[in-house]
């Protein structure tokens, strides 16, 4: 594994600074799928240009995957943005002051362009690294999957970054939360009954909303049986470490709430990186004009932590669900385990080392190709960060960081440690 050496501070801030041009008039929400693939295709060619190994994949076309290097130890970001500061956002290319840079949504493409100056500040490295950069991450990073089904590329190691959360970087994660997306269908075997019977009949729209009432209790408690079963609990420490952060993200949660004042510091706190869940993504009543409706649907979706399992919560909501009046069908349509590396500290590179990352990873995708990973954070959206601004030094520092954490991993996994 290479070091970065060989560039000036001054080259190194020149490639960033490029780089951002490049992505930073490029809007990248979640919602647009096609200025997404736009913002892909830039860092692709960007990345030919500098003769580093890219491929382009788009079996999926509005969720390309580029790969870039060739190297054992891979980094993963993710393109699409989802923070409310992208919406609405124009072309408007980024403007520079000095050592800061500002432009809408800048601080999460921040940390895209720490990992793509990594390759480009050493070409060399692709010998050593493999970067990967997704633009399905809220589909559930799906391209990476058939990626990693249909090639079973030769990795050793995986560097995911973490969701953009306001922390002081760099911070490392030795856990990812995970992800199950399951729809629940009901149907009647009725199929054209006037509405002067909902009176007297039941209403499959009804048994639909008294189901999903039946999971979460008011105060957010999940009342599937067993659900909290085999959680791994942090430990004394890892809790204070996220008390310590509580004021950082009070001030966040208050500015993307819009000022919701049900907020509780500490409780969002841990509930964000702790907490397991059930949300309510889809409910769908089947139009059957003039009759009632003989079908509804739901789509539900979980967070699970380190400890749970999917299939575990799957029969257990098949289970829950039998009891209603209707005949009832579950159908899981992603399912991503959650991921435990409780042995990654790497205290030698000087990260503030966290329990867990909150919100979608794929690390679970690369846990089951027996892969090693850790999160890692480089560019954070802490309460020192200006809004839609970041200085060309903190992401300068997130360049050095990677290296540092890939040279880690790297010699761990030629130790034979996991």
């Known amino acids: ?72 130890i891979g ?40 990992a793509l100056a990594t390759l480009l500040s050493s070409p060399e490295l692709s010998n050593d690294l493999t970067v990967i950069v997704e633009t399905d991450r809220h589909a559930g990073s799906i391209s990476i999957e058939h990626w990693l089904q249909r ?17 002081n970087p760099p911070v490392v994660a030795r856990a990812a939360t995970g992800r199950l997306v399951a729809k629940i269908e009901l149907r009647s075997a009725r199929q054209q009954v006037e509405p002067v019977y909902g009176g007297v009949l039941p209403d499959v729209g009804f048994a639909l909303a008294n189901t999903l009432v039946t999971l979460k209790s008011a105060d957010e408690e999940v009342r599937l049986d067993g659900f909290y079963d085999g959680i791994i609990s942090p430990e004394e420490a890892d809790f204070e470490s996220l008390q310590a952060v509580a004021p950082e993200f009070a001030s966040w949660l208050w ?92 205290s030698s590179i000087g990260a503030t080392s966290f329990p867990l990352a909150p919100g979608p990873s794929p690390a679970a995708l690369f846990a089951t190709q027996g892969l090693p990973c850790v999160g890692y954070a480089v560019v954070g959206r802490h309460e020192g960060n200006e809004q839609n601004g970041v200085s060309l030094e903190s992401i300068a520092d997130g360049v050095r960081f990677l290296l540092s954490l890939t040279g880690w991993l790297s010699s761990t996994t030629e130790t034979g440690a996991r």
């Open 75 to 114: 980094i993963a970001t993710y393109l699409d943005d989802s923070h409310p500061a992208t919406v609405g956002q124009s072309t408007i290319p980024p403007s520079f002051e000095g050592r800061m840079v500002r432009a809408h949504g800048i601080e999460r493409k921040a940390g895209v362009v720490a």
């Open 255 to 346: 500015r993307v709430a819009k000022g919701d004042h049900s907020l509780s510091v500490s409780h969002m706190t841990l509930g964000i990186f702790c907490a397991p869940s059930v949300v309510i993504r889809d409910i769908n009543v089947a139009h059957n004009s003039p009759y009632l409706a003989n079908a509804a649907s739901a789509i539900i979706e979980f967070q699970l932590m380190p400890g749970q399992t999917a299939e575990r919560i799957l029969e257990t909501l098949r289970t829950h669900v039998q009891n209603s009046l209707f005949a009832a069908t579950i159908t899981p349509l992603l399912v991503r385990a959650p991921y435990s590396a409780p042995e990654a500290r790497p």
């Open 1 to 72: 594994m290479h070091h970065f050496a060989g560039s000036s501070t001054d080259v190194l801030a020149d490639i960033i600074r490029r780089t951002i041009r490049v992505l930073g008039a490029q809007p990248s929400p979640v919602t647009d799928p096609p200025s997404i693939v736009s913002a892909a295709r830039l860092v692709f060619e960007r990345l030919r240009r500098a003769g580093i190994p890219a491929r382009w994949i788009d079996d999926i076309p509005d969720s390309p995957l580029i790969i870039a290097g060739q190297g054992p």
């Open 151 to 167: 090639e079973r590329p030769d990795l050793s190691a995986i560097a995911w970054e973490i969701t953009d959360i306001p922390l």
